[in-house]
């Protein structure tokens, strides 16, 4: 009988033990669960979001470019997509280059692939592109040929520490 009792006593405070583990793991469990919640990504695409159209409204004569804004402080902009068409009589040929400017100073060319349009009066740009511009830059669409030029810009913003 005593044994019997001893047994109960040693069950009971295994019990006893388990439950209080198992409470004190699940709390733990759930304040990691709630900190990985409040972790999100800054730098997904999504999150900050770029699209900007510019089109020429001055006269060219042998060659158009139009500017976009200037990246803000703090931020890199990720272009991913091109899109632009530049006329002229004949068709612009060079094809249009999406270039860097920061104080005036060209850097960093990048050529899209073009399409001459059959009429033969317009190029046609439509390219995924994947092109950096740090704060302070303007990005820059040129057609060295065409007297108008107008295009888009998407992509997005990154946060720079």
């Known amino acids: 009988m005593e044994s019997l009792k001893r047994f109960v006593w040693v069950a009971a405070g295994l019990a006893a033990v388990s439950v209080i583990l198992t409470l004190a793991t699940e709390g733990h469990a759930s304040a990691q669960a709630v900190r990985a919640a409040l972790v999100r990504n800054q730098d997904e695409p ?12 001055a006269a060219c004569i042998s ?3 139009i500017t976009f804004s200037p990246v803000p402080a703090g931020q890199r902009l990720v272009v991913t997509f091109v899109n632009a068409q530049a006329f002229g009589s004949p068709a612009p040929s060079d094809g249009v280059m999406l270039l860097h400017r920061s104080n005036d100073t060209a850097g960093d060319l990048f ?3 073009f399409t001459p349009n059959p009429n033969g009066f317009a190029t046609f740009v439509h390219s995924p592109v994947e092109v950096y511009f740090e704060a302070g830059t303007q990005p820059i669409l040129e057609c060295v040929g ?6 888009t810009l998407s992509g997005y913003y990154i946060s720079l520490p």
């Open 46 to 57: 999504g999150r900050n979001p770029y699209f900007e159209y510019v089109q020429n409204h």
């Open 63 to 65: 060659g158009c470019n």
């Open 111 to 113: 050529v899209p692939t």
């Open 146 to 151: 065409a007297n108008d030029i107008r295009g």
